[in-house]
């Protein structure tokens, strides 16, 4: 069993947090390695390559944006960051950096075995299969085929509706900024019309969505941008 493991990588300064989370995470049978710097959490990423790492911004000997930036030149692994830094122009910069989900400290740790659950299970759908169908309760989408249904009905969708839906899915269960969004649909130049995406989320709500004015699938990010719900 214990080869089966999902091997975690903690870049964390605290010690008390590190000891938080061993004792939160071990229970749930994953391996747990830790590093106290960035320097040293580079290194063991390198070496391990581990499945996720739960990474703290504020380290003594760099920033967390800046490992985030650094991992993501030569591997996907799921970055979960934990930080003191609640504003929302930090988690933007997390998550453009290449981060997969940001909790702010103080955090349960629940929470953030759910968190994990998604983004393991995203990475492992997406390494094994090139063209997946996604569900999420009612909804299913072949994007093979690039079909769309909810409770087995079909809905049409835009090409730029479809378009936002399939990049919301490629980040399923992950918060997807404004920014990342406007560039990875409209492309580069589109920045900051995130008018463009009030108008094409509400479209993709009405659609998709049984109550509309209380959406559960296509979640808000106040200030950041959108998350698709994976539900468990």
């Known amino acids: 069993m214990s080869d089966n493991r999902p091997s975690i990588l903690i870049i964390e300064d605290e010690l008390p947090i590190r000891r938080f989370l061993r004792a939160g995470l071990s229970a749930e049978l994953y391996h747990l390695s830790e590093a106290a710097t960035a320097q040293d959490g580079l290194i063991q990423a390198a070496a391990a390559r581990p499945d996720l790492i739960i990474l703290d911004l504020g380290l003594p000997d760099g920033d967390g944006i800046d490992v985030t930036k650094q991992l993501r030149e030569w591997t996907s692994v799921p970055i979960i960051v934990l930080s003191a830094r609640g504003q929302e122009q930090d988690k933007v910069e997390a998550l453009d950096a290449g981060a997969d989900d940001y909790i702010t ?11 994990m659950r998604v983004a393991l299970r995203h990475a492992a759908q997406y390494s094994t299969e090139p063209n997946p169908i996604f569900t999420s309760g009612d909804l299913r989408v072949d994007l ?5 249904t909810v409770a ?3 809905v049409h969708l835009t090409p730029l509706e479809y378009r936002l839906l399939a990049i919301l899915i490629k980040y399923a269960g992950k918060v997807v900024t404004h920014r990342q969004l406007l560039r990875e649909v409209w492309g580069q130049g589109y920045e900051g019309e995130n ?14 969505e049984a109550d509309p004015t209380r959406p559960k699938l296509l979640q808000t990010e106040t200030g950041v941008g959108y998350r698709l719900r994976v539900e468990e």
């Open 105 to 115: 400290k103080p955090f349960g740790v629940a929470e953030l075995h759910a968190r």
């Open 195 to 208: 008018h463009y995406l009030r108008v094409y989320t509400g479209q993709l709500r009405q659609k998709l």
């Open 152 to 154: 087995e009905r079909e």
């Open 144 to 148: 093979a085929r690039r079909s769309v």
